[in-house]
């Protein structure tokens, strides 16, 4: 194999666990936010119809959707934490054929490293530059995700239809740039097509 590939096949592998994450994190996000909804609905009284002056049957409701509240916002800060993971791991790729191509360039020269192809037309340069292009949409995907797994609590439903939307799906992450990565990482995986 080339030199760097198994970098590039690491990436794609970061990228298969990424989207179970997402998946996952959508679960538990699309939950809390399920849970926001009642509470804003019985935080009416007249919504309790006949049990208006149920006081401890009221708390008790409000506790147990609090107590469901912070065991989700529990799984989506560890499954956030493990997203931050995976970026961290691509960029160790990024780096690692930074250096790759840095070592061509000293032993080869500068055009061997920019020209000489890894996998037909991509050179170890193209390489390196759209894995730190994927390292970047994939961070600012995690930060949007933060900002708006902060911002639930304050928000209302038109809000909350915005946020599940958007996790879902994951604007900062071009999928065009994806499919070049995968399609660029499959011609030299062995044994495996994607």
Request: proline share 2%; glycine share 4%.
């Given at each position: 194999?080339?030199?760097?590939?198994?970098?590039?096949?690491?990436?794609?592998?970061?990228?298969?666990?990424?989207?179970?994450?997402?998946?996952?994190?959508?679960e538990a996000?699309?939950?809390?936010?399920?849970?926001?909804?009642?509470?804003?609905?019985?935080?009416?009284?007249?919504?309790?119809?006949?049990?208006?002056?149920?006081?401890?049957?009221?708390?008790?409701?409000?506790?147990?959707?609090?107590?469901?509240?912070?065991?989700?916002?529990?799984?989506?800060?560890?499954?956030l934490e493990?997203?931050?993971?995976?970026?961290?791991?691509?960029?160790?790729?990024?780096?690692?054929?930074?250096?790759?191509?840095?070592?061509?360039?000293?032993?080869?020269?500068?055009?061997?490293?920019?020209?000489?192809?890894?996998?037909?037309?991509?050179?170890?340069?193209?390489?390196?530059?759209?894995?730190?292009?994927?390292?970047?949409?994939?961070?600012?995907?995690?930060?949007?995700?933060?900002?708006?797994?902060?911002?639930?609590?304050?928000?209302?439903?038109?809000?909350?239809?915005?946020?599940?939307?958007?996790?879902?799906?994951?604007?900062?992450?071009?999928?065009?740039?994806?499919?070049?990565?995968?399609?660029?990482?499959?011609?030299?995986?062995?044994g495996r097509?994607?």
């Amino acid at each position: 194999a080339m030199e760097g590939v198994d970098y590039l096949i690491r990436v794609v592998d970061l990228l298969d666990t990424w989207k179970k994450m997402n998946s996952d994190s959508l679960e538990a996000v699309t939950n809390l936010v399920n849970n926001h909804v009642r509470i804003q609905f019985l935080s009416i009284d007249e919504s309790w119809g006949i049990f208006m002056r149920e006081e401890d049957l009221k708390q008790k409701v409000f506790q147990n959707l609090e107590r469901q509240n912070q065991i989700y916002l529990k799984d989506i800060e560890r499954i956030l934490e493990n997203m931050s993971r995976v970026i961290s791991e691509i960029h160790t790729s990024v780096t690692a054929l930074e250096i790759t191509s840095l070592r061509l360039q000293a032993e080869k020269g500068i055009g061997f490293a920019m020209e000489q192809g890894v996998l037909l037309t991509w050179s170890i340069h193209d390489c390196v530059e759209l894995t730190m292009e994927i390292w970047k949409m994939y961070s600012e995907e995690l930060r949007l995700k933060q900002l708006m797994l902060e911002d639930i609590p304050l928000q209302n439903r038109e809000t909350w239809i915005i946020y599940l939307s958007t996790w879902q799906l994951q604007p900062k992450i071009v999928p065009s740039v994806v499919d070049d990565y995968r399609t660029l990482v499959s011609s030299v995986r062995p044994g495996r097509r994607k």
